[in-house]
């Protein structure tokens, strides 16, 4: 059966119903669309709903704040990290804010394309990895999401590999709803090859629904909600 109208005279037969001879109309639908008042109210939305999730943030408004942040997450684990010039594995650029704060911690990053040629190689030294670090396209303040691009300089294999996972993320890449991200996303006109949505720690019940974190990503994630 290839023809669509023989399908569906087949499935009226079968249901004791006449074959339709014209298509339904289509049917409005207005769904009721989500949206806050100001940038401030954004990102505080934004972060509870991350927060509630299981994701650690904050909102920062100097490069001291982000410094201060940054220790008080990872200093402890950085001093354990067996091998601290690997540890750290980012975008080849990230905001400007978070490359002056690990330059004034002094903490190595290992640029993800300029690590090594072979993509193989590089997906282990991801997987090696204590902590990977990205910047994020959009971020939806409804469900407390960070939307990334795939793209060849970035790597996703920075947020899905290691077991930690850090975004910094401008206020003003911060949208109301997800309807507002995919009408951006369709205004780039040929759309990237993948999009990551991330709401909070990886999870899953697939087994005997026992939930489980980091099966498949990130046991951690932060978010640097960076105020500009």
């Excluded at 006449?18 to 289509?26: A, C, Y």
């Excluded at 940038?39 to 408004?61: D, S, Y």
Aim: aromatic residues 8%; charged residues 20%.
């Amino acid at each position: 059966m290839t023809h669509t109208n023989e399908f569906i005279s087949q499935l009226a037969s079968k249901l004791g119903r006449p074959t339709p001879i014209e298509p339904p109309q289509p049917v409005s639908i207005n769904v009721p669309q989500y949206h806050l008042s100001n940038p401030e109210e954004r990102a505080l939305t934004f972060l509870t709903n991350w927060q509630a999730l299981g994701g650690k943030g904050t909102i920062v408004k100097s490069l001291e704040d982000t410094v201060k942040c940054l220790r008080e997450w990872f200093r402890d684990q950085q001093a354990i990290w067996p091998n601290k010039q690997q540890a750290i594995v980012a975008w080849d650029m990230l905001p400007t804010v978070a490359e002056f704060a690990f330059a004034a911690l002094e903490w190595p990053l290992v640029r993800y394309t300029q690590a090594a040629q072979n993509p193989r190689e590089r997906y282990s030294l991801a997987a090696q990895a204590e902590l990977g670090v990205t910047g994020a396209d959009w971020g939806i303040a409804l469900s407390g999401t960070i939307v990334i691009n795939s793209n060849p300089q970035r790597g996703r294999a920075i947020s899905l590999l290691p077991p930690r996972h850090l975004t910094f993320i401008e206020v003003s890449k911060l949208r109301d709803n997800l309807f507002e991200v995919l009408e951006e996303l369709i205004s780039l006109g040929v759309p990237p090859s993948a999009i990551e949505m991330i709401s909070g720690p990886s999870r899953t019940s697939d087994i005997e629904m026992d939930l489980s974190i980091g099966v498949h990503g990130p046991i951690e994630v932060y978010v640097v909600v960076i105020d500009d």
